[in-house]
């Protein structure tokens, strides 16, 4: 495998992995009862729409953390599962298994000997740990560091956003996406994994998401609403599933991408579950931009936003 392998690679987890956590906190729920998972207000049956969302919002916010499970498909890129557990109190941190099992960047794995990789996700970067074959062909270390102000100037608006995201966002963006789109209906009542819960779903404004839910520039906006439309993302279904403690037990969020549909499902559990996520070790970590400066190129520059798994 060529050493621009390595670098694509990298590029492409840089893309997926830190989608993957912002997704699984975009759209968090559980069925337990940790620490913090105190309801707030009535029961999510007997509330209005609104006012179950803004109790789910408030419960969320302080339960702090819980476990993760949720599969996520975008287009002809990948379809994969993420399982682990993840933590906000004070930035993202947190843990996730994420195994591809299809499109092109499973296929990308494969080359690399596995299609499974740990994120372990910090207030200021997130990690990826690689296997044997890929740590001998990239100097020996089996960590990458993505800097989240690295990833800002690796994908330009969209990077700004992710950063954003990765570091400001809560458990119940879904909750507040619904909210600030000013369309959500409640659907009926449920039963999921055992869990007796109340269905709402909306349609919102991908673009309009991130200008009310992130601290953004006017330019940045422009500049990601620009890439979003070149994606082919416009607008994307959200449907979520509040238990009585007005927690969110299950997410699902659906829209249309340039490369074919995307869709995630994530179920959440044990609120208040414990999380610890260390920094790997430095000597056996690999920053990212540093991968990057080796081969002379530096993030922002084009070859390093492609995200493509191919081997050249």
Known sequence: MKSTTVRRVACSITVVTVLSGAAACDSSGSGGSGRGAGTSGGSATHLSPVAALRSAEKSTDGADS??????????????MKADGALGWHEGLTGNLVITYTGGT???TMRQLGTTSMQARYRPDAYYA???????????????IRYGYKDLARLGGSSGAYLQDQMQ???????????????????VGTERVRGVDTTHYAGT????DLARKNSDLSAGQLAGLKKQLT???VGTETVDIWLNDKNLLVKAVEKGTMATGEYA????????????????PPAGDTEDFK?????QGLTPGSGDTATGSGSSS
């Open 66 to 79: 819980a476990r993760v499970e949720s599969t996520t498909t975008m287009g002809s890129v990948m379809s």
């Open 105 to 107: 960047m499973a296929a």
């Open 129 to 143: 740990r690689m296997g044997e074959q890929f740590a001998r062909r990239a100097g020996g270390k089996h960590w």
């Open 168 to 186: 400001n966002t809560t458990p119940n963006q879904s909750v507040k996406l619904l909210l600030a789109s000013g369309d959500v209906k409640k």
């Open 204 to 207: 919102v404004d991908v673009a």
């Open 230 to 232: 070149q994606a082919g």
């Open 264 to 279: 995630q499902i994530a179920y959440y559990s044990d609120y208040g579950v414990k999380v610890s996520a260390p920094e």
């Open 290 to 294: 540093d991968l990057l400066k080796n």
